[in-house]
């Protein structure tokens, strides 16, 4: 099957760069998404580990025509800078049947060979996200606010009370969006509450993304934690506290209690245990008190002196 030619406005190849590294990732799942409407086949898409990726192997993987679909997606994201020039001699024999997107964890010169390479390509688009700081990064927030549908104030809240970093702030107003998509109202109280602007809202974006199994963003936010001087025991006591809740709710969910029952009987937030009834749907009660025995012999190891603190988090992490 011939490949369709890319349109000037339809670029058939993506470089996306910048220190705003979020944004990037974001646009290149945009981009994914939509080329992903054309296929048919499970064959029409490969996706390069950016770690073991070489410019023999992408080179292997564009070159390689489609099956049953008009083209083949391929895509590597996450390409540390270093490593992003290297494959550059990949593009040289690009064909029309191949649609690419490369995202790089950083900002490329305009000396770098890769960028030159996809500019040099007929279809070929290169997009720099720089860092967002100050007036823009607030203009962001307040755009991203008003496409979550939340109201400006807690979209100037989130943007005065979080780091100045466009994934933590996305991250925030989500889960406005999410409290208040739950029926819950989003009024002062709540916000004040969810948006700690401190530890606590930390503790709450790690517990989310804790099961059924740690998550990237885990490991990030428990690693936060530890630079802002949380003990790493204190850590894995909140980690313990929220495997415990959740094990109850799944207890009583798995008895026919329903969410408004759950809620009535616990002493949480409505708001923390519709979340542990929900997650407690997609793990088993095994896995929740395997995780509780490692949290138990992880600070019994620390405290015997046979165990690093920081280094036995990560393995606490790594066991759930």
Same mark, same amino acid.
């Given at each position: 099957? $011939?490949? #369709? @030619?890319?349109?000037? /406005?339809?670029?058939?190849? #993506? ?23 054309? *296929? ?9 580990? @950016? ?17 049953? %679909?008009?083209?083949?997606?391929? +895509?590597?994201?996450? !390409? ?6 290297? *494959? ?34 007929? =279809?070929? *688009? ?5 860092? !967002? ?5 607030? %203009?962001?927030? +307040?755009?991203?606010? $008003?496409?979550?549908? &939340? ?9 005065? +009370?979080?780091? =100045?970093?466009?994934?933590?702030? %996305? ?19 709540? !916000? ?14 790690? +517990?989310?993304?804790?099961? @059924? $199994? ?10 936060? &934690?530890?630079? /802002? ?22 207890? $009583? ?16 937030? @409505? ?10 749907? /997609? ?12 949290? !138990? ?13 920081? &280094?036995?988090? %990560? ?6």
């Amino acid at each position: 099957m $011939r490949g #369709m @030619p890319a349109r000037p /406005s339809d670029p058939q190849a #993506m470089l996306l760069h910048g220190e705003e590294t979020f944004l990037a990732d974001e646009e290149s799942r945009r981009v994914l998404e939509a080329w992903r409407r054309d *296929l048919v086949s499970e064959f029409g898409e490969q996706n390069l580990d @950016p770690g073991g990726v070489t410019a023999a192997k992408l080179q292997d993987a564009i070159l390689q025509a489609p099956f049953l %679909d008009p083209y083949r997606v391929v +895509s590597v994201r996450g !390409l540390a800078p270093r490593k992003a020039d290297s *494959l550059a001699p990949a593009l040289a024999g690009l064909p029309d049947s191949t649609r690419l997107v490369l995202t790089v964890a950083g900002r490329l010169p305009a000396s770098s060979p890769l960028l030159k390479a996809v500019q040099a390509l007929p =279809a070929g *688009l290169v997009r720099e996200f720089p860092k !967002l700081k100050a007036r823009a990064l607030n %203009d962001w927030a +307040s755009q991203r606010g $008003r496409d979550l549908g &939340l109201p400006a104030n807690a979209a100037a809240l989130v943007a005065r +009370s979080s780091p =100045a970093d466009a994934g933590v702030i %996305d991250s925030e107003l989500r889960k406005l969006a999410a409290y208040r998509e739950s029926g819950y109202p989003l009024d002062q109280a709540a !916000l004040a509450a969810l948006i700690a602007g401190g530890k606590e809202d930390e503790i709450f974006r790690l +517990s989310d993304h804790l099961l @059924p $199994r740690p998550s990237g963003e885990a490991w990030r936010t428990a690693r936060g &934690l530890l630079r /802002s001087g949380w003990q790493p025991t204190t850590v894995a006591y909140r980690l313990a506290r929220h495997i415990a809740l959740v094990l109850e709710v799944k207890a $009583r969910r798995d008895r026919g209690e329903s969410l408004a029952e759950v809620q009535a009987a616990l002493s949480e937030h @409505p708001f923390v245990v519709q979340k542990a009834y929900e997650t407690a749907g /997609s793990v088993g009660e095994d896995r929740l008190e395997a995780g509780l025995k490692v949290i !138990l012999a992880y600070e019994w190891e620390v405290k015997s002196g046979q165990l690093d603190a920081e &280094l036995g988090l %990560d393995g606490v992490l790594a066991k759930l």
